[in-house]
Protein backbone atom coordinates (compact mmCIF):
# COMPACT_ATOMS: atom_id res chain seq x y z
CA UNK A 1 0.00 0.00 0.00
CA UNK A 2 1.38 3.63 -0.84
CA UNK A 3 1.33 6.85 0.82
CA UNK A 4 -0.54 8.25 -1.60
CA UNK A 5 -3.17 5.25 -0.97
CA UNK A 6 -3.19 5.69 2.28
CA UNK A 7 -3.69 9.11 1.86
CA UNK A 8 -6.87 8.61 -0.43
CA UNK A 9 -8.29 6.42 1.86
CA UNK A 10 -7.89 8.73 4.88
CA UNK A 11 -9.17 11.78 2.61
CA UNK A 12 -12.01 9.66 1.38
CA UNK A 13 -13.15 8.52 4.98
CA UNK A 14 -12.35 5.01 4.51
CA UNK A 15 -9.94 5.20 7.35
CA UNK A 16 -9.15 7.51 10.10
CA UNK A 17 -5.34 8.51 10.99
CA UNK A 18 -6.39 6.65 14.33
CA UNK A 19 -7.45 3.66 12.90
CA UNK A 20 -4.57 3.56 10.73
CA UNK A 21 -2.08 4.03 13.84
CA UNK A 22 -3.42 1.38 15.89
CA UNK A 23 -2.96 -1.03 12.69
CA UNK A 24 0.65 0.23 12.51
CA UNK A 25 0.70 -0.05 15.89
CA UNK A 26 -0.66 -4.05 16.08
CA UNK A 27 1.50 -4.97 12.69
CA UNK A 28 4.78 -4.04 14.77
CA UNK A 29 3.93 -5.66 17.81
CA UNK A 30 3.62 -8.77 16.18
CA UNK A 31 6.44 -8.57 13.60
CA UNK A 32 8.77 -6.88 16.28
CA UNK A 33 9.68 -9.63 18.15
CA UNK A 34 11.18 -11.68 14.54
CA UNK A 35 12.83 -9.11 13.24
CA UNK A 36 13.82 -6.64 16.17
CA UNK A 37 13.26 -3.44 13.80
CA UNK A 38 12.30 -1.13 16.29
CA UNK A 39 14.48 -0.07 18.77
CA UNK A 40 11.56 2.09 20.56
CA UNK A 41 8.04 2.13 19.82
CA UNK A 42 6.34 5.79 20.59
CA UNK A 43 2.73 4.28 21.01
CA UNK A 44 1.44 6.55 23.58
CA UNK A 45 2.77 10.20 21.36
CA UNK A 46 1.68 8.25 18.64
CA UNK A 47 -1.80 7.96 19.79
CA UNK A 48 -2.19 11.59 20.61
CA UNK A 49 -0.67 12.61 17.20
CA UNK A 50 -3.31 10.64 15.14
CA UNK A 51 -6.21 12.21 17.27
CA UNK A 52 -5.18 15.65 16.52
CA UNK A 53 -4.15 14.98 13.16
CA UNK A 54 -7.75 13.55 12.42
CA UNK A 55 -9.27 16.47 14.21
CA UNK A 56 -7.07 19.09 11.91
CA UNK A 57 -8.70 17.11 8.62
CA UNK A 58 -12.33 17.01 9.97
CA UNK A 59 -11.79 20.64 10.33
CA UNK A 60 -10.26 21.10 6.76
CA UNK A 61 -6.38 21.51 7.52
CA UNK A 62 -4.89 19.38 5.34
CA UNK A 63 -0.79 18.90 5.25
CA UNK A 64 -0.35 16.82 2.03
CA UNK A 65 0.80 13.65 0.78
CA UNK A 66 2.33 12.67 4.48
CA UNK A 67 -0.51 13.95 6.49
CA UNK A 68 -1.33 11.02 8.91
CA UNK A 69 0.94 8.55 7.27
CA UNK A 70 2.93 6.27 10.45
CA UNK A 71 6.68 6.42 9.81
CA UNK A 72 9.67 6.02 11.45
CA UNK A 73 13.08 7.12 12.19
CA UNK A 74 16.86 5.84 12.10
CA UNK A 75 17.63 6.08 16.32
CA UNK A 76 21.02 8.22 15.14
CA UNK A 77 18.32 11.00 14.33
CA UNK A 78 17.31 13.46 17.00
CA UNK A 79 14.22 13.20 18.16
CA UNK A 80 12.43 15.72 21.32
CA UNK A 81 11.92 13.60 24.57
CA UNK A 82 12.77 10.33 22.74
CA UNK A 83 15.49 8.58 23.37
CA UNK A 84 18.23 7.94 20.84
CA UNK A 85 20.80 5.74 21.13
CA UNK A 86 23.00 5.81 17.66
CA UNK A 87 22.99 2.16 18.43
CA UNK A 88 25.02 2.48 21.23
CA UNK A 89 25.21 1.22 24.43
CA UNK A 90 26.61 4.53 25.26
CA UNK A 91 23.92 6.48 24.26
CA UNK A 92 21.60 3.92 25.70
CA UNK A 93 19.97 6.66 27.87
CA UNK A 94 20.31 9.41 25.48
CA UNK A 95 17.55 11.77 24.94
CA UNK A 96 18.07 15.01 22.86
CA UNK A 97 15.89 18.04 23.63
CA UNK A 98 15.62 19.17 20.00
CA UNK A 99 14.46 17.62 16.99
CA UNK A 100 16.47 16.70 13.50
CA UNK A 101 15.77 19.43 10.94
CA UNK A 102 14.61 16.24 9.00
CA UNK A 103 12.54 15.07 11.89
CA UNK A 104 10.50 18.91 11.92
CA UNK A 105 10.12 18.64 8.14
CA UNK A 106 8.20 15.53 8.45
CA UNK A 107 6.27 16.80 11.03
CA UNK A 108 5.62 20.14 9.76
CA UNK A 109 4.27 17.82 6.69
CA UNK A 110 1.78 15.78 9.39
CA UNK A 111 4.02 12.38 9.56
CA UNK A 112 3.35 10.58 12.77
CA UNK A 113 6.35 9.01 14.06
CA UNK A 114 5.58 5.63 15.21
CA UNK A 115 9.27 4.63 16.26
CA UNK A 116 13.15 4.92 16.21
CA UNK A 117 14.44 1.88 14.35
CA UNK A 118 17.55 -0.27 15.39
CA UNK A 119 20.79 0.29 13.33
CA UNK A 120 24.57 -0.98 13.47
CA UNK A 121 26.56 0.37 16.13
CA UNK A 122 27.43 4.00 15.59
CA UNK A 123 25.50 3.05 12.22
CA UNK A 124 29.30 2.05 11.52
CA UNK A 125 28.95 -0.98 9.69
CA UNK A 126 26.59 -2.94 7.65
CA UNK A 127 25.44 -5.90 8.96
CA UNK A 128 23.14 -4.13 11.66
CA UNK A 129 24.10 -6.89 14.29
CA UNK A 130 23.99 -4.77 16.97
CA UNK A 131 26.20 -6.06 20.41
CA UNK A 132 24.10 -4.29 22.64
CA UNK A 133 20.28 -4.47 21.12
CA UNK A 134 20.49 -7.49 18.88
CA UNK A 135 20.56 -8.52 15.42
CA UNK A 136 18.21 -6.95 13.05
CA UNK A 137 16.48 -9.36 10.71
CA UNK A 138 15.52 -9.54 7.23
CA UNK A 139 11.94 -10.05 6.08
CA UNK A 140 12.67 -11.85 3.56
CA UNK A 141 15.25 -14.55 5.46
CA UNK A 142 15.75 -13.87 9.17
CA UNK A 143 18.59 -15.74 8.71
CA UNK A 144 20.03 -13.21 7.11
CA UNK A 145 21.36 -9.58 7.81
CA UNK A 146 19.00 -6.40 6.66
CA UNK A 147 21.84 -4.64 5.54
CA UNK A 148 22.84 -1.39 7.41
CA UNK A 149 23.60 0.65 8.82
CA UNK A 150 20.11 1.10 8.07
CA UNK A 151 18.76 -1.88 8.69
CA UNK A 152 15.92 -1.58 10.70
CA UNK A 153 14.82 1.19 8.76
CA UNK A 154 14.41 -0.69 5.76
CA UNK A 155 13.36 -4.37 7.62
CA UNK A 156 10.19 -2.00 8.49
CA UNK A 157 9.74 -0.91 5.55
CA UNK A 158 10.03 -4.16 3.58
CA UNK A 159 7.77 -6.11 6.57
CA UNK A 160 5.27 -3.09 5.78
CA UNK A 161 5.22 -1.62 9.19
CA UNK A 162 5.25 1.93 8.33
CA UNK A 163 5.42 2.81 4.20
CA UNK A 164 8.32 5.13 5.17
CA UNK A 165 11.69 5.89 6.88
CA UNK A 166 14.40 8.27 7.23
CA UNK A 167 17.83 7.29 7.35
CA UNK A 168 21.42 7.84 6.80
CA UNK A 169 24.48 7.23 4.39
CA UNK A 170 27.93 7.53 4.66
CA UNK A 171 29.30 4.69 2.59
CA UNK A 172 26.09 2.94 1.40
CA UNK A 173 23.94 2.84 4.92
CA UNK A 174 20.74 4.06 2.97
CA UNK A 175 21.40 2.12 -0.17
CA UNK A 176 22.97 -1.50 0.75
CA UNK A 177 19.97 -1.86 3.62
CA UNK A 178 17.59 -1.00 0.46
CA UNK A 179 19.31 -3.31 -1.92
CA UNK A 180 19.40 -6.30 0.79
CA UNK A 181 15.37 -5.93 1.70
CA UNK A 182 13.52 -5.06 -1.53
CA UNK A 183 12.92 -1.31 -0.40
CA UNK A 184 13.55 2.13 -2.33
CA UNK A 185 16.57 3.89 -0.72
CA UNK A 186 17.06 7.38 -1.66
CA UNK A 187 20.85 8.97 -0.46
CA UNK A 188 20.60 12.86 -1.84
CA UNK A 189 23.13 14.97 -3.38
CA UNK A 190 25.82 16.12 -0.78
CA UNK A 191 24.07 18.40 1.76
CA UNK A 192 20.97 18.88 -0.20
CA UNK A 193 19.17 17.10 2.63
CA UNK A 194 20.13 18.67 6.10
CA UNK A 195 22.03 16.70 9.22
CA UNK A 196 21.49 18.70 11.36
CA UNK A 197 20.06 16.42 14.19
CA UNK A 198 21.34 13.67 12.68
CA UNK A 199 24.22 12.08 14.95
CA UNK A 200 27.82 12.76 13.07
CA UNK A 201 29.55 9.97 11.65
CA UNK A 202 31.91 10.89 8.93
CA UNK A 203 31.46 14.71 9.31
CA UNK A 204 32.82 14.93 4.63
CA UNK A 205 30.77 11.67 4.04
CA UNK A 206 27.65 11.65 5.94
CA UNK A 207 24.24 12.22 4.08
CA UNK A 208 20.32 12.10 5.16
CA UNK A 209 18.02 10.25 3.24
CA UNK A 210 14.47 8.32 3.11
CA UNK A 211 13.34 4.41 2.44
CA UNK A 212 10.19 3.59 1.34
CA UNK A 213 8.05 0.98 -0.33
CA UNK A 214 7.99 2.46 -3.94
CA UNK A 215 9.63 5.57 -5.84
CA UNK A 216 6.63 7.44 -5.75
CA UNK A 217 6.36 7.14 -1.70
CA UNK A 218 9.93 7.83 -1.59
CA UNK A 219 9.67 11.01 -4.20
CA UNK A 220 6.92 12.94 -2.50
CA UNK A 221 8.75 12.45 1.12
CA UNK A 222 11.92 13.81 -0.92
CA UNK A 223 10.57 17.28 -1.90
CA UNK A 224 9.50 18.00 2.15
CA UNK A 225 12.93 17.82 3.04
CA UNK A 226 14.77 18.87 -0.17
CA UNK A 227 16.59 22.36 -0.18
CA UNK A 228 15.55 23.91 -3.15
CA UNK A 229 13.19 21.43 -3.67
CA UNK A 230 11.49 21.51 -7.50
CA UNK A 231 8.64 19.57 -5.84
CA UNK A 232 8.87 17.17 -8.27
CA UNK A 233 6.75 13.90 -7.62
CA UNK A 234 6.47 11.55 -10.80
CA UNK A 235 2.86 10.84 -11.97
CA UNK A 236 0.98 8.68 -10.14
CA UNK A 237 0.63 5.17 -11.17
CA UNK A 238 -2.73 4.85 -11.67
CA UNK A 239 -2.72 6.60 -14.21
CA UNK A 240 -1.33 3.48 -16.24
CA UNK A 241 0.70 5.74 -18.77
CA UNK A 242 3.99 4.38 -18.83
CA UNK A 243 6.94 6.90 -18.09
CA UNK A 244 8.82 7.30 -20.57
CA UNK A 245 13.02 7.54 -20.27
CA UNK A 246 12.88 8.47 -24.32
CA UNK A 247 16.06 11.32 -24.30
CA UNK A 248 17.40 9.67 -21.11
CA UNK A 249 21.16 9.09 -21.73
CA UNK A 250 21.95 6.48 -19.29
CA UNK A 251 25.73 4.86 -18.67
CA UNK A 252 25.83 1.28 -17.86
CA UNK A 253 30.03 1.00 -17.05
CA UNK A 254 32.05 -1.54 -18.61
CA UNK A 255 34.70 -1.80 -15.59
CA UNK A 256 34.91 -1.95 -11.66
CA UNK A 257 31.03 -1.17 -10.91
CA UNK A 258 30.18 -4.69 -13.17
CA UNK A 259 33.69 -6.54 -11.80
CA UNK A 260 33.22 -9.21 -9.14
CA UNK A 261 29.53 -9.13 -9.48
CA UNK A 262 27.67 -12.38 -7.93
CA UNK A 263 26.05 -14.06 -11.28
CA UNK A 264 22.53 -13.60 -10.43
CA UNK A 265 22.83 -9.90 -9.43
CA UNK A 266 24.47 -9.84 -12.88
CA UNK A 267 21.85 -11.46 -14.83
CA UNK A 268 19.49 -8.70 -13.30
CA UNK A 269 21.51 -5.95 -14.10
CA UNK A 270 21.53 -6.72 -17.76
CA UNK A 271 17.64 -7.48 -17.50
CA UNK A 272 17.14 -3.94 -16.17
CA UNK A 273 19.59 -2.45 -18.52
CA UNK A 274 17.20 -3.87 -21.21
CA UNK A 275 14.47 -2.55 -19.94
CA UNK A 276 15.90 1.05 -19.75
CA UNK A 277 16.64 0.65 -22.91
CA UNK A 278 12.80 -0.77 -24.51
CA UNK A 279 11.87 2.40 -22.36
CA UNK A 280 13.36 4.71 -24.96
CA UNK A 281 16.33 5.36 -22.86
CA UNK A 282 20.11 5.84 -24.86
CA UNK A 283 21.84 3.38 -23.31
CA UNK A 284 25.74 3.54 -24.00
CA UNK A 285 28.04 1.61 -22.46
CA UNK A 286 31.14 3.63 -20.70
CA UNK A 287 34.87 3.02 -19.07
CA UNK A 288 34.53 5.18 -15.88
CA UNK A 289 38.05 6.42 -13.92
CA UNK A 290 39.14 4.71 -11.33
CA UNK A 291 36.52 3.15 -9.41
CA UNK A 292 38.51 1.55 -6.79
CA UNK A 293 40.54 4.69 -6.25
CA UNK A 294 37.64 6.58 -4.74
CA UNK A 295 36.83 3.86 -2.15
CA UNK A 296 40.42 3.68 -0.85
CA UNK A 297 39.81 7.26 -0.49
CA UNK A 298 36.50 7.14 0.61
CA UNK A 299 37.86 4.32 3.28
CA UNK A 300 40.97 6.38 4.61
CA UNK A 301 38.35 9.57 5.27
CA UNK A 302 35.82 7.94 6.58
CA UNK A 303 38.48 6.06 9.64
CA UNK A 304 40.22 9.44 10.20
CA UNK A 305 36.94 11.26 10.46
CA UNK A 306 35.05 8.86 12.77
CA UNK A 307 37.60 8.36 14.76
CA UNK A 308 37.76 12.37 15.46
CA UNK A 309 34.33 11.73 16.41
CA UNK A 310 34.44 8.71 18.49
CA UNK A 311 38.11 7.86 19.94
CA UNK A 312 36.87 10.07 22.95
CA UNK A 313 34.92 7.02 23.57
CA UNK A 314 37.86 4.47 23.98
CA UNK A 315 37.61 4.86 28.04
CA UNK A 316 34.89 3.11 27.51
CA UNK A 317 36.08 -0.24 25.48
CA UNK A 318 34.05 -2.61 27.33
CA UNK A 319 30.53 -0.87 25.99
CA UNK A 320 31.87 -0.47 22.29
CA UNK A 321 31.39 -4.22 19.80
CA UNK A 322 34.85 -5.00 18.73
CA UNK A 323 34.34 -4.34 14.89
CA UNK A 324 33.96 -0.55 16.40
CA UNK A 325 37.22 -0.79 18.08
CA UNK A 326 39.05 -2.14 15.45
CA UNK A 327 37.70 0.70 13.13
CA UNK A 328 38.03 3.16 15.52
CA UNK A 329 41.87 1.92 16.44
CA UNK A 330 42.46 2.03 12.46
CA UNK A 331 41.20 5.55 12.32
CA UNK A 332 43.58 6.83 15.09
CA UNK A 333 46.64 5.75 13.06
CA UNK A 334 46.19 7.56 10.00
CA UNK A 335 48.42 10.09 10.10
CA UNK A 336 46.91 13.41 9.02
CA UNK A 337 49.32 13.32 5.86
CA UNK A 338 47.42 10.76 4.66
CA UNK A 339 43.82 12.11 5.43
CA UNK A 340 44.60 15.48 3.73
CA UNK A 341 46.33 14.01 0.64
CA UNK A 342 43.19 11.35 0.32
CA UNK A 343 40.97 14.53 0.54
CA UNK A 344 43.31 15.94 -2.39
CA UNK A 345 43.21 12.73 -4.57
CA UNK A 346 39.41 12.80 -3.96
CA UNK A 347 39.60 16.61 -5.65
CA UNK A 348 41.05 15.04 -8.67
CA UNK A 349 38.79 12.19 -8.55
CA UNK A 350 35.96 13.93 -8.50
CA UNK A 351 36.68 16.42 -11.30
CA UNK A 352 37.35 13.19 -13.36
CA UNK A 353 34.66 11.59 -12.62
CA UNK A 354 32.19 14.66 -13.59
CA UNK A 355 33.38 14.86 -17.16
CA UNK A 356 30.72 11.74 -17.43
CA UNK A 357 27.87 13.79 -17.19
CA UNK A 358 29.10 15.89 -20.03
CA UNK A 359 27.18 12.35 -22.45
CA UNK A 360 24.99 11.21 -19.43
CA UNK A 361 21.93 11.93 -17.81
CA UNK A 362 22.25 8.80 -14.96
CA UNK A 363 24.20 5.92 -14.45
CA UNK A 364 23.55 2.36 -13.36
CA UNK A 365 24.99 0.00 -11.97
CA UNK A 366 24.12 -3.01 -9.38
CA UNK A 367 23.48 -1.38 -6.03
CA UNK A 368 25.50 -4.30 -3.84
CA UNK A 369 27.68 -7.27 -5.13
CA UNK A 370 25.64 -9.84 -3.80
CA UNK A 371 22.11 -10.35 -1.96
CA UNK A 372 21.78 -10.36 1.80
CA UNK A 373 24.61 -12.64 3.70
CA UNK A 374 23.66 -14.72 6.72
CA UNK A 375 23.71 -13.27 10.09
CA UNK A 376 27.67 -13.76 11.04
CA UNK A 377 29.08 -14.65 7.72
CA UNK A 378 32.16 -12.29 7.52
CA UNK A 379 33.12 -13.33 4.20
CA UNK A 380 31.26 -13.86 0.97
CA UNK A 381 32.58 -16.10 -2.04
CA UNK A 382 31.74 -14.57 -5.29
CA UNK A 383 32.93 -16.64 -8.04
CA UNK A 384 36.33 -17.48 -6.98
CA UNK A 385 36.96 -14.56 -5.26
CA UNK A 386 36.23 -14.29 -1.38
CA UNK A 387 35.76 -10.88 -0.17
CA UNK A 388 35.47 -8.99 3.59
CA UNK A 389 31.63 -8.86 3.49
CA UNK A 390 31.83 -5.08 4.56
CA UNK A 391 34.33 -4.17 1.83
CA UNK A 392 32.33 -6.41 -0.88
CA UNK A 393 28.65 -4.42 0.47
CA UNK A 394 29.91 -1.54 -0.29
CA UNK A 395 32.22 -1.67 -2.93
CA UNK A 396 29.74 0.29 -5.00
CA UNK A 397 27.86 2.49 -2.85
CA UNK A 398 30.94 4.19 -0.92
CA UNK A 399 32.23 5.58 -4.44
CA UNK A 400 29.07 8.10 -4.38
CA UNK A 401 29.58 9.24 -1.02
CA UNK A 402 33.49 10.19 -2.06
CA UNK A 403 31.52 11.91 -4.71
CA UNK A 404 28.83 13.76 -3.03
CA UNK A 405 26.37 12.85 -6.19
CA UNK A 406 22.82 11.50 -5.51
CA UNK A 407 21.98 7.14 -5.48
CA UNK A 408 19.37 5.36 -4.98
CA UNK A 409 18.79 1.58 -4.88
CA UNK A 410 15.11 0.31 -6.10
CA UNK A 411 14.50 -3.47 -6.63
CA UNK A 412 15.31 -4.90 -10.01
CA UNK A 413 14.68 -9.26 -9.30
CA UNK A 414 14.65 -11.69 -6.85
CA UNK A 415 17.47 -14.15 -6.96
CA UNK A 416 16.74 -18.08 -6.69
CA UNK A 417 16.82 -18.35 -2.51
CA UNK A 418 13.89 -15.51 -3.03
CA UNK A 419 16.10 -12.85 -2.10
CA UNK A 420 16.13 -8.88 -3.17
CA UNK A 421 17.90 -7.66 -6.07
CA UNK A 422 18.79 -3.79 -5.85
CA UNK A 423 19.86 -1.57 -8.77
CA UNK A 424 21.71 1.46 -8.36
CA UNK A 425 20.39 4.76 -9.83
CA UNK A 426 23.21 7.27 -10.07
CA UNK A 427 22.92 11.24 -11.35
CA UNK A 428 24.71 14.57 -11.55
CA UNK A 429 25.12 16.85 -8.09
CA UNK A 430 21.45 18.45 -7.33
CA UNK A 431 19.58 16.10 -10.02
CA UNK A 432 17.33 14.14 -7.89
CA UNK A 433 14.46 15.12 -10.22
CA UNK A 434 15.67 12.74 -13.29
CA UNK A 435 16.85 10.06 -11.09
CA UNK A 436 13.54 9.91 -9.55
CA UNK A 437 11.73 10.31 -13.03
CA UNK A 438 14.42 7.33 -14.16
CA UNK A 439 13.41 4.75 -11.00
CA UNK A 440 9.84 5.06 -11.32
CA UNK A 441 9.57 4.62 -14.60
CA UNK A 442 11.87 1.39 -14.34
CA UNK A 443 9.41 0.08 -11.27
CA UNK A 444 6.67 0.53 -13.07
CA UNK A 445 8.35 -1.66 -15.78
CA UNK A 446 10.08 -4.10 -12.93
CA UNK A 447 6.16 -4.84 -11.84
CA UNK A 448 7.48 -6.17 -8.17
CA UNK A 449 7.55 -2.78 -6.04
CA UNK A 450 5.83 -3.15 -2.64
CA UNK A 451 5.95 -6.90 -3.05
CA UNK A 452 6.15 -8.56 0.33
CA UNK A 453 8.11 -10.94 2.11
CA UNK A 454 5.87 -14.04 2.56
CA UNK A 455 6.25 -14.02 6.26
CA UNK A 456 4.95 -10.77 6.42
CA UNK A 457 2.22 -10.65 3.48
CA UNK A 458 -1.09 -10.22 4.67
CA UNK B 1 52.62 3.96 16.48
CA UNK B 2 50.20 1.58 17.76
CA UNK B 3 52.32 1.20 21.25
CA UNK B 4 52.51 5.04 20.88
CA UNK B 5 49.67 6.51 20.70
CA UNK B 6 47.59 7.54 23.54
CA UNK B 7 46.16 5.60 25.12
CA UNK B 8 47.55 2.51 23.04
CA UNK B 9 46.23 0.64 20.79
CA UNK B 10 45.42 -3.30 22.54
CA UNK B 11 47.47 -5.78 21.29
CA UNK B 12 44.77 -8.43 20.93
CA UNK B 13 43.63 -6.06 18.60
CA UNK B 14 46.32 -5.46 16.81
CA UNK B 15 45.84 -8.85 14.04
CA UNK B 16 42.63 -6.99 13.19
CA UNK B 17 43.77 -3.58 12.85
CA UNK B 18 47.38 -3.57 11.12
CA UNK B 19 47.25 -5.76 8.06
CA UNK B 20 44.33 -4.12 6.73
CA UNK B 21 45.54 -1.06 7.41
CA UNK B 22 49.01 -1.27 5.79
CA UNK B 23 47.05 -2.59 2.70
CA UNK B 24 44.58 0.34 2.35
CA UNK B 25 47.83 3.27 3.27
CA UNK B 26 49.99 1.58 0.62
CA UNK B 27 47.07 1.88 -2.10
CA UNK B 28 46.94 5.56 -0.66
CA UNK B 29 50.80 5.92 -1.63
CA UNK B 30 50.16 4.98 -5.16
CA UNK B 31 47.27 7.43 -5.71
CA UNK B 32 48.88 10.53 -3.73
CA UNK B 33 52.15 10.61 -6.29
CA UNK B 34 49.88 12.21 -9.13
CA UNK B 35 48.28 14.70 -7.14
CA UNK B 36 48.98 17.65 -9.08
CA UNK B 37 50.77 20.17 -6.19
CA UNK B 38 47.98 22.82 -6.97
CA UNK B 39 45.45 20.79 -5.71
CA UNK B 40 43.04 21.92 -2.74
CA UNK B 41 41.27 20.09 -0.54
CA UNK B 42 37.41 18.66 -1.47
CA UNK B 43 35.13 20.86 -0.83
CA UNK B 44 31.92 19.68 -1.35
CA UNK B 45 29.86 19.36 -4.38
CA UNK B 46 28.98 22.03 -7.11
CA UNK B 47 25.46 24.05 -5.73
CA UNK B 48 26.01 22.35 -2.06
CA UNK B 49 24.89 24.04 0.95
CA UNK B 50 26.77 23.38 4.29
CA UNK B 51 24.63 26.39 6.43
CA UNK B 52 23.69 23.51 8.65
CA UNK B 53 26.21 20.70 8.14
CA UNK B 54 27.45 20.92 11.80
Same mark, same amino acid.
Not at chain 1, 117 to 130: D, R, W
Not at chain 1, 399 to 407: I, Y
Not at chain 1, 450 to 455: A, I, N, T, Y
Not at chain 2, 1 to 12: F, I
Given at each position: ?? /??? /?????????????E???????????????????? &???????????????????????????????????????????? &???????????????????????????? $?V !??????????????????????????????R????? *?????????A?????A???????????????C??????????????????????????????????????????L????????????????????????? !?????????????????????????????????????????????????? !??????? *????????????? /????I??????G???P??????????R????????? !?????????????????P???????????? $?????????????????????????????????????????????Q?????????????A????????????? | ????????????L???????????????????????????????????D???A?
Open positions: VT /IAE /IGAALRGKKISVRLTEEALQRIAEANPRLNAFL &TVTETAARTRATFLDGELARGIDHGPLHGIPIAHKDNIFTRGVR &TTGGSKIFADFIPDYDATIVRQLNDAGA $N !IGKTGLHEFAYGITSNNPHFGAIRNPWDPEVPGGS *SGGSAAAVAGLVPLTGSDTGGSIRIPASFGVVGLKPTYERVSRTGVMPLGLTLDHAGLLAGTMRDVASAFSIAKHSSGYVPAPRADHRVISLGGMR !IGVPENFFVERIAPEVMLSFRAAVQTAAALGAHVTEIRLPDGEALNVVGR !IAQLSEV *SALLARYLDRRDE /IGRDLVLVEQRLIAIDYLNAQRVTVLARDFSK !IWQHLDCLMTPATPMTAKIGETSVAIGSF $NEDVRTAATRLTRPFNVLGWPALSLPCGFSNAGMPIGLQLVAPPQEDSLLQAGAALEDFGIAGRRPPLFDR | LAAAAEPPVPEDLPDVLPALEKLEAALRALEVAIPPETLLWNGVEGSSEDS
